[in-house]
């Protein structure tokens, strides 16, 4: 099974910074990753499929990098709604496993 | 619009079983996979199963394989995950999430969530 990992597990960032968000796996999977938002008692939503294409809907400040094993999510400039906790998924092959997730909390 | 509703959830003992249904609305039911992702209290996500549209693909993750069965009724529009045997290390928030083809494993709707206690 291909196992996730990211880095960091928790960062506090202020409104207006540049943050990135690394994720690794086991083995080498192309671009078939995949990026979600979950905020607090909510359901994730997904914001970005096949490591860099933007979901319909999702600001242009996400954005997201890589391929083979190593992929990161960047948020050009912190805004107030995005504090959550961010996971990454591959979706190369089942079972389908998420990374541990990255909480982003305000400094 | 495209809406999920997961049902069948609450407190079970150990040993126990639980069958939670999903009835899915707003999309052509049968030309998209579906799988039941779940979350621990306080932890991160973990895909559990997946089932394509027509139903003749089902994947399961290793920790609930042989325990759980995944099924769908494209008639009814509804998806379901029958859990037997369950154990303390299953409760968690159930929830259904919608795939944007038929198996790529890119879930773009999820449903509230169903919560499934194990005691």
Known sequence: DIQMTQSPSSLSASVGDRITITCRASQSISRH??????????????????ASDLQSGVPSRFSGSGSGTDFTLTISSLQPEDFATFYCQQNYST???????????IK | EV???E??????QPGGSLRLSCAASGFT?????????RQAPG???EWVSGISGSGGSIYYAGSVKGRFTISRDNSKNTLYLQMNNLRAEDTAVYYCAKDDTNYGGNFDYWGQGILVTVS
């Open chain 2, 3 to 5: 809406h999920l509703l």
């Open chain 2, 29 to 37: 039911f049968r030309t998209h996979a579906l799988s039941w992702v």
């Open chain 1, 33 to 50: 990753v995949n990026w979600y938002q979950q905020k607090q008692g909510k359901a994730p939503n997904l914001l970005i499929c096949a």
């Open chain 2, 7 to 12: 049902s069948g959830g609450g407190l079970v």
């Open chain 1, 95 to 105: 079972p389908f496993a998420f990374g541990p997730g990255t909480k982003v909390d």
């Open chain 2, 43 to 45: 932890k991160g996500l």
